[in-house]
């Protein structure tokens, strides 16, 4: 078994604001402007905090079950067959979840930067840095993230600045002018990419004090909420609805508008190096809980052992889709359906832990 | 492991970085810097211009009467056919990512920017960032012309477009503006203008001094000028707009950021006073009165006098009060001159639309805004304040004039 109790509640705090705003954000202000104009904001809002209903499930049914994560308490919960369904179902959305950000960001390098490089090559490239650090532990993924996550953020609220000079008020405006159903598939579809938040479940008993991670988690969200919302509004202010509703990559076209003083131009880059590094940590968390989850799931002896085949199955997912419209139309299945698997699993199993009596000592954990 | 073995592995990781190749890399000297693009049209087809920074001449500066750009063309069918001609005639691939200025013919923007546009913003080299202008005339006048200062007349062009507020005649456009009022209702599109003259238009023509140029031969023009502002409707040119006008227009916009306007001294009849804009806001307000749209521009703008080409002294209460009046006198006719053209071609360039759409969403969607706008009524309020007299007090007085 992997180590338990080595993490720290901060890390945990960058390692979700990594994943709430790392790769699925280039996409998401163009998917909200084609629902809802120029509220995504307001639904990103609503949706924030209607999340936070969520992290408080989440909170409560691991606190409930000390130094076991979700498929291990989920069978003790729900009764084995129904334990290990739900398990299982939380186990295929975080692969699914690893193998389209791999894709995606793919896609975003290949069609900003690499266009001549074949994807394999990124891809496989990240894949094998993702399955060596995986095979490190949580730990590993953990301190590099405490490291970058600090200068990443950085950059992404200079690449916010740096654009403020273009921005004009009255492409934000008029505000309010969706339809009651528009509304609604923009807050669902605002829930459910701040489901990603689900990981936190496998994190848990990794962490040396889940006390903590209550504020914690919920000043990751809080603060997520506020990046996702300013991009949003900075592209809707810099290119207008119909033409953020246009691009492919609207947060990248952000960044390359960003010019330092007369003289230094193409910073994107730079910018583009950090996104490599989102995704690293974003792939490698999610390949974590994914190959993590798998192993309690069987009940296998050594996660290892299981890492490399599951590394492959994650390699060739990611390969599979033709083009970056196949991959939107994927992973807009998450946009639609999403909130399904992140807000009801967790209530689900908050209710009917609420008759179980839980287990308040745990020898990992005393 | 030992420190030798730790440096070792340190040494191991530094040369990560020196040795690792990329697979997109291209070599500084396979690829050409194109500098400035010229689009024209030639009957069906685009007939492109590129200008190619040539590196060699321009490093040490000593190249002579040589300009250090390689005007290039290419034609096809579609503006990226024509930009892939290029590629037969230039031994280095065109890199667009450092291209500074972007030239629209004068009959391609009549046929339409929709086609010509789309590319410029799929890409992935362009910037959206990048200044458009519209040319008088052929692009590739434009970018054949050598002016002085300045041996790529792409950064020429690009300097003229960022050094505009000397006095504030033209607009600046990029690529990423041009994309949004296109797209947008309620907006529409403008461009700068420019053109390149044989010379100065208000000098008195030069002799020529012969022999220099072989008859018949065409000189590359040596003026390029940037005033005036093309008026679009929905992507097609309809008509342009002179110096004025284009001020007119920038009040409305907010956007004039510097100029001088000249009024009369108003205690001394045929005597000019120079008043240097220094900042200008605007405001509109859209009404609906008795179902019918109006709109109210307010203008406010602060002045400094820089020049009193009489001898009485303008330095009084009264006549600043009267000085400011005749400003914001000239400010409306301005002001109203842009109204007025944009009214009579039923095109809304200043974006009034836009602040109704905001401001009334039910309505705008139920009104056609098109066929309305040159019917709407517009009320013009400027207000001009003037805030100091530069360094000097009273003006220059010969002791014939002065009071006693």
Redesign the interface.
């Known amino acids: 078994m992997i180590k338990r109790g080595t993490i720290s509640p901060r890390q945990v705090f960058f390692i979700l604001i990594m994943l709430l705003t790392g790769i699925y954000i280039l996409i998401l202000p163009r998917h909200l402007v084609t629902i809802v104009g120029t509220d995504g904001w307001l639904v990103l809002l609503v949706g924030g905090f209607v999340s936070s209903l969520m992290l408080f499930f989440i909170n409560k049914i691991s606190r409930k079950f000390p130094g076991k994560t979700v498929v291990e308490f989920a069978p003790v919960v729900m009764g084995l067959f129904l334990g290990k369904l739900l398990g299982g179902i939380l186990v295929v959305y975080y692969t699914f979840l690893a193998a389209v950000s791999l894709r995606i960001f793919a896609e975003m390098l290949k ?7 074949p994807r394999w ?1 990124v891809v496989v490239a990240l894949v094998a840095l993702i399955t060596w650090i995986v095979q490190n532990g949580l730990e590993d993924i953990a301190r590099f993230t405490e490291l970058l996550a600090p200068i990443i953020l950085l950059l992404l609220i200079a690449a916010f600045l740096g654009d403020v000079r ?1 921005m004009e008020a ?2 934000l ?2 505000m309010f ?1 969706s339809a009651a159903l528009p509304l609604l598939e923009g807050f669902l579809s605002s829930l459910s990419y701040f489901g990603i938040i689900i990981v936190l479940l496998m994190l848990y008993p990794y962490v040396n004090a889940p006390k903590k991670l209550t504020i914690t988690s919920l000043l990751a969200l809080a603060f997520a909420v506020l990046i996702t919302i300013g991009f949003f509004i900075g592209a809707v202010a ?3 609805i ?2 953020t509703g ?1 691009m492919a990559w609207p947060v990248i ?1 952000l960044v ?2 960003v ?1 330092v003083g007369e003289f230094l ?2 910073v994107e880059s730079l910018f583009l190096s950090v996104w490599l590094s989102i995704a690293f940590i974003n792939v490698s968390v999610l390949a974590f809980c994914s190959v993590s989850g798998w192993t309690q799931l069987i009940n296998a002896e050594n996660y290892r052992k299981l890492t490399y085949p599951i590394m492959l199955s994650l390699l060739l997912l990611s390969l599979w889709p033709r083009d970056l419209l196949d991959v939107l139309g994927l992973y807009s299945l998450n946009f639609t359906y999403g909130f399904l698997i992140t807000l009801i699993i967790p209530f689900f199993i908050f209710v009917v832990s609420q008759f179980h009596k839980g287990e308040k000592n745990d020898v990992s954990n005393p | 492991m030992s420190a030798t073995h730790k440096k070792l592995l340190l040494l191991l990781f530094i040369s990560i970085i020196f040795l690792s190749g990329c697979w997109d890399r291209k070599e500084i000297n396979q690829i050409g810097f194109a500098v400035g693009l010229g689009i024209d049209k030639d009957g069906d087809n685009y007939q492109i211009i590129t200008q190619m920074a040539l590196p060699s001449l321009l490093e040490g500066g000593g190249g002579g009467d040589e300009p250090p750009v390689w005007v290039v063309g290419g034609k096809g069918r579609t503006v990226f056919e024509a930009i892939r001609d290029v590629n037969t005639r230039s031994a280095r691939r065109p890199f667009w990512g450092h291209l500074n200025v972007i030239v629209i013919g004068e009959e391609v923007a009549k046929d339409g920017l929709i086609p010509v546009i789309d590319l410029l913003s799929r890409g992935q080299e362009l910037r959206r960032s990048n200044y458009i202008v519209i040319a008088q005339g052929k692009a590739r006048d434009i970018l054949e012309a050598q002016p002085k200062l300045e041996s790529i007349n792409a950064i020429f062009i690009s300097q003229l477009i960022e050094n505009r507020t000397g006095q504030s005649v033209a607009p600046a456009v990029t690529i990423n503006d041009l994309l949004i009022t296109l797209s947008s209702s309620g907006i529409e599109s403008v461009l700068p203008r420019i053109s390149a003259l044989e010379q100065e238009s208000f000098l008195p023509p030069k002799k020529e001094e012969g022999g220099d140029s072989p008859e018949g031969e065409e000189k590359p023009k040596e003026i390029l000028e940037l005033r005036g502002t093309g008026i679009f409707k929905n992507d097609k040119l309809i008509d342009w707009m002179d110096e004025e006008t284009t001020r007119g227009y920038l009040w409305v916009r907010g956007q004039v950021r510097g100029g001088i306007i000249v009024v009369e001294n108003p205690s001394e009849p045929g005597a000019n006073i120079s008043l240097e804009i220094k900042s200008n806001k605007s405001k509109i307000t859209p009404r609906v009165e008795n179902g019918k749209i109006a709109i109210d521009i307010n203008i406010s703008s602060t002045f400094n006098l820089v020049e009193n080409a009489g001898f009485v002294s303008v330095e009084s209460k009264a006549t600043m009060q009267d000085l400011r009046q005749r400003a914001s006198e000239a400010i409306r006719k301005e002001v109203n001159k842009a109204i007025k053209k944009a009214q009579e071609n039923k095109t809304d360039i200043l974006g009034l639309g836009e602040h109704v759409r905001v401001q009334y969403p039910g309505m705008w969607r139920e009104i056609q805004w098109s066929e309305l706008f040159h019917t709407v009524e517009i009320r013009v309020n400027t207000e001009a304040v003037i805030q100091e007299a530069a360094m000097t007090l009273k003006p220059v007085t010969p002791p014939s004039q002065r009071s006693k």
Request: hydrophobic letters at 25%; proline letters at 4%; charged letters at 40%.
């Open positions: 069609s900003v930067l690499l266009s001549d490089t090559v273009y009255i492409r405006r008029p002018q810099t290119f207008g119909y033409e246009r076209e390359k508008m010019r131009e193409r």
